[in-house]
């Protein structure tokens, strides 16, 4: 997808300035709200002719609108312009959990403040009856504090609401699929827990557990659990091992992770900035 927007305004209001990353069905830019001045998120959606891509992009706007936690992005605007969709988000300086770890893992003390707030957004989404299905480093933002978001609800799904894809068909990325979504099964929570122990086992370790193509990589998990270093606090392992079990009926639930994941370090700030514990307020 390229679209040759820099320059320009959307909507009379948003100056598009830069682009910051794209996907398969969306580019996100830099953008100045020329009204309120100051610096925002804009995804644009190319859906002419793509009836699947706009319901996923109504889905999320729809989705984070009626969200609300520190943990979660705001949305700030929606709409259309000249064909192209449109969403307008809170703006995250700073970089990807997937970049952090580039630059080599975290500690347990980390990964336990990076989890206890990733598990505590899970679980107010949970809680609002929607699953995520997409949970991945390159999925959680990190601003110049290292506080962490979770980001990218479009493949999200409301319990109980109609399928935008076919039944058996699997949606998400392979590395960090739960076994029901390997197998095609409708996912509820646990799905989501599942993705989180991987990603906070990834933190851990530096490497992602399952690799290769994506046949590959989601089969994997079928085959054998992932690797918990034995070196790991007890504690931390033993969640680890739930969160990632084959069973989502013993996974616990994100509220329990968050709940675990607090016993760790819960004030001030670890090395390399990150923050630990509690709910920090969103970024301006």
Same mark, same amino acid.
């Given at each position: 997808?390229?679209?040759?927007?820099?320059?320009?305004?959307?909507?009379?209001?948003?100056?598009?300035?830069?682009?910051?990353?794209?996907?398969?069905?969306?580019?996100?830019?830099?953008?100045?709200?020329?009204?309120?001045?100051?610096?925002?998120?804009?995804?644009?959606?190319?859906?002419?002719?793509?009836?699947?891509?706009?319901?996923?992009?109504?889905?999320?706007?729809?989705?984070?609108?009626?969200?609300?936690? &520190?943990?979660? *992005?705001?949305?700030? +605007?929606? @709409?259309?312009?000249?064909?192209?969709?449109?969403?307008? $988000?809170? !703006?995250? %300086?700073?970089?990807?959990?997937?970049?952090?770890?580039?630059?080599?893992?975290?500690?347990?003390?980390?990964?336990?403040?990076?989890?206890?707030?990733?598990?505590?957004?899970?679980?107010?989404?949970?809680?609002?009856?929607?699953?995520?299905?997409?949970?991945?480093?390159?999925?959680?933002?990190?601003?110049?504090?290292?506080?962490?978001?979770?980001?990218?609800?479009?493949?999200?799904?409301?319990?109980?609401?109609?399928?935008?894809?076919?039944?058996?068909?699997?949606?998400?990325?392979?590395?960090?699929?739960? &076994?029901?979504? *390997?197998?095609?099964? +409708?996912? @509820?929570?646990?799905?989501?827990?599942?993705?989180?122990? $991987?990603? !906070?086992? %990834?933190?851990?370790?530096?490497?992602?557990?399952?690799?290769?193509?994506?046949?590959?990589?989601?089969?994997?998990?079928?085959?054998?659990?992932?690797?918990?270093?034995?070196?790991?606090?007890?504690?931390?392992?033993?969640?680890?091992?739930?969160?990632?079990?084959?069973?989502?009926?013993?996974?616990?639930?994100?509220?329990?992770?968050?709940?675990?994941?607090?016993?760790?370090?819960?004030?001030?700030?670890?090395?390399?900035?990150?923050?630990?514990?509690?709910?920090?307020?969103?970024?301006?």
């Amino acid at each position: 997808m390229s679209l040759s927007v820099e320059n320009r305004v959307l909507a009379g209001r948003y100056q598009l300035v830069g682009k910051l990353g794209e996907g398969g069905m969306a580019e996100v830019h830099r953008g100045w709200d020329v009204l309120l001045r100051r610096f925002v998120a804009v995804k644009l959606f190319e859906l002419r002719g793509d009836a699947v891509g706009g319901s996923r992009f109504d889905n999320e706007v729809r989705t984070l609108a009626r969200l609300s936690h &520190p943990g979660l *992005v705001s949305v700030y +605007d929606a @709409g259309t312009c000249g064909g192209t969709s449109f969403v307008v $988000l809170q !703006l995250v %300086e700073g970089r990807t959990l997937g970049d952090r770890l580039v630059h080599g893992a975290l500690s347990s003390a980390q990964v336990r403040a990076l989890g206890h707030r990733l598990a505590d957004t899970l679980a107010h989404v949970h809680e609002q009856g929607v699953v995520h299905r997409d949970v991945k480093p390159s999925n959680i933002l990190l601003d110049r504090t290292d506080t962490a978001y979770l980001a990218d609800f479009g493949l999200a799904r409301s319990l109980g609401s109609t399928r935008l894809t076919k039944t058996k068909q699997i949606v998400g990325t392979a590395a960090y699929l739960a &076994p029901e979504q *390997v197998r095609g099964e +409708d996912v @509820g929570p646990a799905a989501d827990v599942y993705a989180l122990g $991987l990603v !906070l086992l %990834e933190c851990l370790t530096g490497y992602r557990e399952y690799q290769g193509n994506r046949v590959d990589a989601a089969v994997a998990r079928l085959d054998r659990p992932p690797g918990i270093p034995r070196d790991l606090p007890a504690d931390l392992g033993r969640l680890l091992t739930l969160m990632t079990s084959l069973s989502a009926r013993r996974r616990p639930s994100a509220a329990r992770c968050a709940d675990m994941l607090r016993s760790g370090p819960i004030s001030g700030v670890l090395p390399d900035g990150l923050l630990c514990g509690g709910r920090a307020q969103p970024a301006e």
